[in-house]
């Protein structure tokens, strides 16, 4: 069963996640158990300290760090936690111009900060990651930037939504490189289909379902319609009269 840890971090209280499997062990002695860490926005030494201190109370070892997208709130302590922990970052490539942008703007708007550069793995359309005692794929879901990915977990029912999609809501689509139709598709082509008892972890606010957000958000009912003739016609006529 997979463990899942949450913490509101940074001024726009990103989820930065620690998930686990429940009974997953150590691939090396005394190497810790296997996780992943998704999205690691912290400003502050505190949050880092945080999410360290977890780990080693429960004797987790981070074998992948997972970026749903490159937007500073998201992606701010990445560099730290890498030197740290050293492992791998995947992250959709076509935001690393996201990434960049963001990281110029925040030095600008934080005079004396300077944003540390880290590498990261593409993670591309499909791409299976044995991450964190299980196995993860990558769905790409561009429109609330433009390499904005989702990671699902078959196995257990999860799905990590980042920025693309919210409990009631969606992700923003008015920032740079932001494409309202292409997340509208993303979401229905790519995750709508999935399970509607798959738990969806988002990057801000609580988490959903696919279920409860296929019946209640308001911004995918309208979506809802049926692919039948009599629906799609111009008018309705009745017969004889």
């Given amino acids: 069963m997979l463990q899942i840890k949450i913490f509101p971090a940074g001024p726009l209280t990103a989820n930065c996640m620690v998930l686990w499997e429940d009974g997953a062990v150590a691939t ?5 158990i296997p996780c992943v860490i998704v999205d690691p926005g912290f400003f502050r030494p505190e949050e880092e300290g945080m999410v ?48 960049r942008m963001h990281s110029s703007l925040l030095e600008r708007l934080l005079p004396g900060e300077q944003v540390e ?3 990261f793995q593409p993670a591309t359309d499909g791409l299976e990651l044995h991450c964190g005692g299980t196995t993860w794929q990558v769905i790409t879901t561009p429109g609330h930037s433009p390499g904005g990915v989702c990671y699902y977990c078959a196995s257990s029912g ?14 923003r689509s008015d920032l740079d490189g932001g494409d309202y139709d292409a997340l509208i598709r993303s979401i229905m082509d790519k ?23 296929a019946a209640t958000n308001p911004f995918l009912i309208p979506f809802n319609e049926p692919d039948t003739d009599w629906w799609n016609q111009d008018g309705i006529g009745l017969e004889g009269v």
């Fill in 28 to 32: 090396d002695p005394g190497a810790g």
């Fill in 191 to 213: 995750l709508m289909g999935l399970p509607g008892d798959t738990d969806v972890l988002p990057g801000h606010g609580h988490p959903t379902s696919i279920a409860r957000e």
């Fill in 158 to 171: 999860v799905l990590v939504s980042g920025d693309t999609l919210f409990a009631g809501s969606i992700g």
């Fill in 117 to 119: 550069p880290f590498a």
């Fill in 52 to 99: 360290l201190g977890f780990l080693r109370e429960h004797g987790l070892k981070p074998d992948a760090i997972f970026l749903t997208h490159g937007h500073f709130d998201h992606t701010w302590g990445v560099a730290s936690l890498v030197r740290k922990l050293d492992c791998p970052v995947y992250m959709g490539a076509a935001d690393e111009p996201i990434l």
